[in-house]
């Protein structure tokens, strides 16, 4: 375990469904992070929080929704998702942000869109 | 693009050789950090260089940073079968946000 907690690990929905993933770390970091991750595609960002504050909406579709109800927890619900949304869903967390520190990741949620 | 390519792609080594996976950007940075990834697994942060170094060594690994080609490398030295798993570089510019490339696979034959 890297200290960054992520459920499920394992997802399957259906295009009208409901689900959040979980992201939760108890290792005093201040910002939150939601990357995705496609086959054959780089790592793409989609949400930063800082200090629960969102700092960053990298033009992510509506049908995403962050919510950072404090420093340690940070969710993603999903809905009325599309096949292409299937992918590996990392949060990380990181203590400054990325100029002078790494980030600790989850191992993520394995979601598909069926 | 703001993000930075790694070469090559895919890289095929023997036990005990070493490996050389480099990193290319387009942008000023603050630092350049290198991450590993296992096979559908999260993320793991392996060495940071900021832009004012050009070389940094933590174990089997050594990473050099020249700003001025705008690239940066990580050498594994004495290469193991463990050592398999995909390579990111991500650089981090004024922002609180890391911008990863495209990745590395290293595959390692016992």
């Known amino acids: 375990e890297t200290g960054v907690t992520q459920t499920p690990r394992h997802l399957v929905m259906g295009m009208t469904n409901k689900k959040s993933l979980k992201c939760e770390q108890h290792l005093g970091h201040n910002a939150m992070y939601w990357y995705k991750q496609s086959a054959k595609k780089p790592l793409e960002l989609m949400f930063v929080y800082n200090f629960k504050e969102q700092t960053e909406n990298n033009s992510v579709p509506s049908r995403f929704s962050p919510e950072c109800p404090n420093s340690s927890h940070l969710f993603l619900h999903l809905h009325t998702l599309q096949p292409e949304d299937s992918a590996l869903y990392l949060c990380?967390?990181?203590?400054?942000?990325?100029?002078?520190?790494?980030?600790?990741f989850g191992s993520g949620t394995r979601l598909t869109v069926v | 693009s703001q993000q930075g390519e790694e070469d090559p792609q895919a890289l095929s080594i023997q036990e005990g050789e070493n490996a050389t996976m480099n990193c290319s950007y387009k942008?000023?940075?603050?630092?350049l950090q290198w991450y590993r990834q296992n096979s559908g697994r999260g993320l793991v942060h392996l060495i940071l260089i900021r832009s004012n170094e050009r070389e940094k060594h933590s174990g089997r690994l050594r990473v050099t940073l020249d700003t001025s080609k705008k690239s940066s490398s990580l050498l594994i030295t004495a290469s193991r079968a463990a050592d398999t798993a995909s390579y990111f570089c991500?650089?981090?510019?004024?922002?609180?946000?890391?911008?990863f490339g495209t990745g590395t696979r290293l595959q390692v034959f016992p």
């Open positions: 990380a967390s990181s203590l400054g942000g990325a100029v002078e520190y790494g980030y600790t």
């Open positions: 942008t000023s940075i603050n630092n």
């Open positions: 991500a650089r981090s510019y004024n922002t609180d946000k890391l911008i």
